[in-house]
């Protein structure tokens, strides 16, 4: 027998109290009796714990949820009622469907407690924090009788929750909170919450065709619906729902879809999101998506979110869902052994998300996509050398406040598809496809061609190293600067004969002339003028966006790459919203836009709010003073040129009606050869004819495989003409 001196003391065997074996010593009656006395003092210290420390020992295993050592604590008569692996699984299955994510208990022990007798009453009372209801209070008794090994709590079901009877079951239901809307500058949504509608079948009306028909107009696979079929609880007179869309689309397939024998369409407390135009600016808006495992971390169900939730996938569905998904609320209540509805427990009512208004405007990104899409799908670039391949990028911006108007990126996607629970056979050929049909190529750096040239330009004037007039002499075909650079030549596109000064060179885009000009700023020069247009450092914005660069990480490592480098070469990258930032200068007198894209949250309701969105950061207003105003009238003119010119790369944008337009095209390789890919670029502006102030500026990407044949328009500058074309100058 081991003997404890006192709560946290050292412990004596019996041996040691007694001091050993072998033969007995013979001592005298005193000390005997005053060991006597010492062994009784050591078992007085020794005693059991109370009945109250007992129940702080259960609440504390409750506390950290170790169910085994709360079942240590119960008293014969509850273990024999119940097993230990069913207590724990009632506690856990409980404890999980409320979504509990935190618990505190306190003891209320009265001052002048002394246990008494057999059996004594306490009371406690439990902190329940859950990501379904909130945090609530419940305040229990506890019975714990004295038995053999000491005071043991006697278990009832009244200790999960106080109304807790025998055969009763505590039931948990989530109250959807509505996501908020995406609306665009004019308040039409682009993005909201309906309620849902379940469409599934009924085994015992179907006929044989029932699922393949089904199936081809939910737009999925005939094995999904087969799969759901399956199911082990699956009887003929059962509804099996299949997907669950939002009523708007449900409505509109409605007949065909009760043509089918055997469909039913069900109604659902349950919200879905709807994506009313289907794949229009799909990259930006992003989509919602069940949450994962990964994503619902210990932070997110502090915040409420429990693994039934949707959040925000991408785009500005995930960038702003701190805004937009709201509260969701929750009931917790008991059921009868009867199955009559007993004492409610908790209830939290859902709080809306904020709707959120975006510089989007409906028309133009529709006018834009409409543009992108015409020309992709147009037949003269559809085989052969300069094939394209579907893959493009497009901005609009109001150069006067930075307000994007339309983003736009090919291949699309519908986020209705993945907001409804896309196949894995569908995922999979969205993620496997080489074009990146779900990456953002406008927010996305790529290599910009000769749109960059401008800017080299702009630097040179701000340095005092050209004038509109510099001429660096005749401009071969081919050009390198002294025989160092080995095999290698800077090449240029053919152009008229002619003496070539900074103004021509742009028209023209001489590819040779701005090398030439590269060199002769110099690489610090260089760096420190683009600096001033923001390459080389984040862009803020309220998605994030890749930021644009000079060079990589190495910086410029020679002549020939500084030679490429002006003239949107070497390692140039930007990506298309950038450079539509950076193209506004020329147009703002030298002072740059900052690119905005949410305006206000609105609160529930839909009335218009004053505070910024969390994400729209520094995002929106005036950027920073690039150069000076008399090199942006400089720059405005030349790239007017480029258009006005009958021999300018963009003049066939100086026919579109009610538009006059400036800008540069570009051409930018990827990989190598005639045969390889390239991005055809047009950046520039378009202001009302006859006079008026530029309302658009323009960035449009396009890949392209291989070069074009020879008088084969520069698809960029194209969508251009068509978007202008669909615009009114007087909106």
Not at 42 to 50: H, I, Q, T, V
Not at 68 to 96: K, V
Request: charged share 25%; proline share 7%; glycine share 12%.
């Amino acid at each position: 027998r081991t003997v404890r001196i006192g709560k946290r003391g050292r412990t004596m065997t019996a041996n040691q109290v007694k001091g050993g074996g072998g033969r007995r010593p013979r001592w005298p009656l005193a000390f005997l009796a005053s060991c006597l006395l010492l062994v009784l003092a050591l078992a007085g210290c020794s005693r059991a714990p109370g009945p109250d420390a007992i129940l702080r020992q259960y609440l504390d295993a409750w506390e950290q949820q170790e169910y085994a050592g709360m079942y240590a604590l119960l008293d014969a008569a509850s273990r024999e009622a119940m097993a230990e692996q069913d207590f724990i699984d009632r506690y856990r299955r409980i404890e999980e469907g409320i979504e509990r994510t935190g618990l505190t208990a306190r003891v209320n022990l009265p001052d002048d407690f002394r246990p008494e007798g057999e059996e004594v009453t306490l009371a406690f009372d439990v902190r329940w924090q859950t990501a379904l209801a909130g945090e609530f209070s419940q305040s229990y008794t506890a019975r714990l009788v004295r038995e053999e090994e000491g005071w043991r709590l006697h278990w009832t079901p009244a200790l999960i929750f106080p109304d807790l009877q025998e055969g009763d079951k505590v039931r948990a239901q989530s109250l959807p909170a509505r996501r908020g809307s995406l609306v665009d500058r004019q308040g039409r949504p682009l993005a909201l919450d309906e309620p849902a509608r379940a469409i599934g079948l009924v085994p015992g009306k179907m006929t044989p065709d029932s699922a393949e028909r089904l199936a081809q107009v939910l737009g999925i696979a005939t094995g999904a619906v087969e799969k759901q079929l399956a199911q082990p609880w699956v009887r003929d007179d059962l509804f099996v729902p299949i997907v669950t869309w939002p009523e708007s689309r449900a409505e509109a397939a409605e007949e065909e879809l009760l043509a089918i024998p055997g469909v039913l369409i069900s109604s659902s407390r349950e919200t879905a999101r709807w994506y009313p135009h289907g794949a229009l600016a799909a990259h930006t808006l992003g989509y919602i998506g069940p949450i994962t495992a990964e994503e619902l971390t210990a932070e997110r169900r502090e915040a409420g979110y429990g693994p039934a939730d949707a959040i925000g996938k991408q785009g500005l569905e995930r960038a702003l869902e701190a805004e937009l998904r709201g509260r969701r609320g929750g009931r917790i209540w008991i059921e009868r052994a009867d199955g009559s509805a007993g004492p409610e427990i908790v209830r939290r009512e859902p709080e809306a998300g904020r709707d959120v208004r975006l510089s989007l405007d409906l028309d133009v990104q529709r006018a834009l996509e409409d543009s992108l899409d015409a020309i992709l799908g147009d037949s003269r670039w559809a085989g052969g050398n300069g094939r394209l391949d579907g893959q493009a990028a497009a901005v609009v911006l109001d150069p006067s406040s930075g307000e994007v108007m339309a983003l736009a990126s090919r291949p699309a996607f519908d986020p209705n598809r993945l907001a409804d629970g896309i196949t894995a056979g569908e995922w999979q050929q969205l993620t496997g496809d080489s074009r990146a049909p779900l990456f953002h190529k406008a927010l996305a750096p790529l290599p910009p061609g000769s749109t960059f040239k401008p800017f080299t330009a702009a630097v040179a004037l701000e340095a005092g190293v050209a004038t509109p007039d510099t001429d660096f002499g005749p401009s071969p075909d081919a050009w390198q600067k002294d025989p160092s650079w080995g095999d290698y030549y800077v090449r240029r596109v053919p152009h008229p004969p002619g003496r070539v000064d900074l103004i021509r060179a742009l028209v023209w885009s001489d590819n040779v002339y701005f090398a030439r000009l590269g060199l002769a700023l110099g690489e610090e020069r260089f760096l420190r003028g683009l600096a001033r247009f923001g390459l080389g450092a984040e862009f803020p914005f309220d998605l994030p966006v890749g930021a644009g660069q000079v060079a990589g990480e190495g910086g410029i490592r020679s002549e020939i790459q500084l030679a490429d480098s002006a003239y949107g070469q070497g390692e140039v990258q930007v990506s298309p919203l950038q450079l539509a930032a950076m193209y506004t200068a020329f147009v703002r007198d030298g002072t740059m836009a900052r690119p905005q894209l949410v305006l206000n949250p609105l609160p529930p309701g839909g009335a218009q709010g004053d505070e910024p969105a969390a994400g729209s950061g520094p995002a929106g207003g005036e950027g920073p003073a690039a150069i000076s105003s008399a090199t942006a009238g400089i720059l405005r003119d030349a790239l007017r040129r480029v258009v006005s010119d009958p021999t300018g790369t963009a003049h066939a944008l100086d026919g579109v009606r009610g538009w006059t337009v400036a800008g540069k095209t570009g051409t930018a390789q990827v990989s190598g050869g005639e045969a390889g890919a390239r991005w055809r670029w047009f950046a520039g502006w378009a202001a009302p004819a006859g006079g008026g102030e530029p309302r658009y500026v323009l960035v449009i990407a396009v890949h392209q495989v291989g070069a074009a044949e020879e008088g084969t328009p520069n698809p960029a500058v194209a969508v251009a003409g068509r978007l202008l074309e669909s615009l009114t100058p007087g909106r």
